[in-house]
């Protein structure tokens, strides 16, 4: 079965600190997506990778960077946390060479607090 | 870009009734995507149609390509299918990127 992991369930972190979180796939999946998703905006992209070393800007870079060295795994990386990127972040995974033919598969979501 | 609206908002149902959740999207597309996503945060994908109708279980998804239009039914709810059911559609000018509607949340009394 399908199945994308992300490192924490819960995180509290605080203000000008550097975040990493981590989310890793076990279905080859070429694309893979970093989501926000806050109350009253649905989800928004921030950041995807649609092959290992290639990203790009989603709707919402700003304050983010991310990383792919291998295929199983992307990175979403708060340089320095704000108050503001309080947020559910929620990773997905899809096959294909198109982001939009093909269902995405979401992890669990990390619930971070920046304080 | 693709715009994206839901209808209604919040819905509450007994145990039993038929629903019905609506998206409505403003540029045509090659395929829309709905979703469920329970409390605690992890989000399912339910169907992904072009054309017509799919039907899984208890769900139904059907689609209206020259009205820009999807319907989500449920038949014979249960307090189980209680969760935000959300449409997405392509939002134009990428093959990555989604636009997600605001979401459905559906609550489900015994």
């Known amino acids: 079965d399908v199945k994308v992991t992300q490192s924490s369930r819960y995180l509290v972190k605080r203000t000008g600190e550097k975040v990493f979180l981590e989310c890793v796939q076990d279905?080859?999946?070429?694309?893979m997506f970093w989501y926000r998703q806050d109350p009253g905006l649905g989800l928004r992209l921030i950041y995807f990778s649609y092959d290992v070393k290639m990203k790009e800007k989603g709707d919402i870079p700003e304050g983010y960077s991310v990383s792919r060295e291998k295929k199983e795994r992307f990175s979403l990386i708060l340089e320095s946390a704000s108050t503001n990127q309080t947020s559910m972040y929620l990773c997905?995974?899809?096959?294909?060479?198109?982001?939009?033919?093909?269902?995405?598969?979401f992890g669990d979501g990390t619930r971070l607090s920046i304080l | 870009k693709n715009e994206v609206e839901q209808s209604p908002q919040n819905l509450t149902a007994q145990e039993g009734e038929f629903i019905t959740i609506n998206c409505s999207y403003s540029?045509?597309?090659?395929?829309l995507h709905w979703l469920q996503q329970h409390p605690g945060g992890g989000i399912v994908s339910l169907f992904m149609?072009?054309?017509g109708k799919k039907k899984h279980g208890r769900l139904i998804a059907t689609i209206n390509i020259q009205e820009k239009h999807s319907s989500l039914h449920i038949t014979a709810s249960h307090p189980r299918d209680s969760a935000v059911y959300i449409c997405a559609v392509p939002s134009g000018g990428s093959n990555y990127k989604l636009t997600f509607g605001k979401g459905t949340l559906l609550t489900v009394n015994p």
């Open positions: 540029v045509g597309i090659s395929a």
């Open positions: 997905a995974s899809s096959w294909g060479s198109s982001g939009l033919d093909q269902p995405q598969h």
């Open positions: 279905m080859d999946h070429e694309n």
């Open positions: 149609l072009s054309s």
